[in-house]
């Protein structure tokens, strides 16, 4: 396991540039008076809101649950303008934020996870999961061909992530957001049993990593930890599964629900990775 990959290795001779950027008249404005940074920071966050709000209540829709009595293409109509001002937002004022940041941004592993991540997610809304909720939920050809490639960056992103030191428990925003999707998409003795599994994995990591191992253990606590992580993945991935293949009278199918699952998650990878910035 590394530091990480960063835009540092991977084009050195951007060295120049990215040192110059810190006295660029975009730095000077966005440490200036006029709005301030923080401002800036607010409006990242805002936008980010914006983006999981609308990929969480189409994307549920998919999932046959969330606002279930309206079509899915009604809500993805409802919803377009507020994520494509989200996905502008997050972009624009990331560009000015970042170029405040830029020595910092160039040697971090997180930014790299979140740019493979916003490109994954770009791809994964606009080229599959808008015109799969616009077609209520039958995916064609094109948007195949998309969730192919935006699924593979995903896929990059989240190694990146889990195998860059430091950052790599940022993994656990993940877990908590998979778990929380499938609460309201399990049903009935499915439900039950998941979330009855999950409760027992939790209470059985808390007894371990508490009073097993000693809390401040470090040497103990990493490989159980681990451990953990890995049979929260195996639990919620097999939940998740066995939701692609039940459900009647629910738009779309498996592909449908894959797409997604995947098409909220790659957010989730985005903002972990942000706010992981600030320790790698
Ligand atoms: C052009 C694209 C982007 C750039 C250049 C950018 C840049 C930045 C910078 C410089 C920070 C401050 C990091 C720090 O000092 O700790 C930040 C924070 C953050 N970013 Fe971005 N960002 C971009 C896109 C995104 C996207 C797509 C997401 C979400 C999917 C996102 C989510 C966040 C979050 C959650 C934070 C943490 C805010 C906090 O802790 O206060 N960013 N970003």
Known sequence: ???????QSLIPQASPWVESLATSPVAVFVNGPTFGYATWEVGHILSLILIGGTAILMNLRLLGAGVTNEEPREIYRNLRLWQNIGVVGIIVTGILIGSANGVKLYNSSAFT????????GIILTYGVSR??????????????IWFA?????????????????LINVGVYH???????ILIPVTRGRVRLGYIAGLAALIIAQFVHTH??????????????NKVYTALYGVWLVGAALITLFRGKGEVGGPLTKLVAYVAILVWVLGATAGRWIAYQ
């Open 1 to 7: 396991m590394s530091g990480g990959l960063t835009f």
């Open 113 to 120: 996870v979140k740019m493979i991540a916003l490109l994954s």
């Open 131 to 144: 015109p799969v909720t616009l077609a209520n939920g039958a995916v064609a050809l094109l948007p195949k």
């Open 149 to 165: 490639i935006g699924g593979a960056l995903f896929l990059a992103s989240l190694w990146v992530l889990c195998t860059s030191v």
């Open 174 to 180: 993940l877990i908590t957001a998979l778990a929380l």
């Open 211 to 224: 009073f097993i191992i000693k809390p401040d253990d470090y040497a103990h606590l990493d490989p159980v």
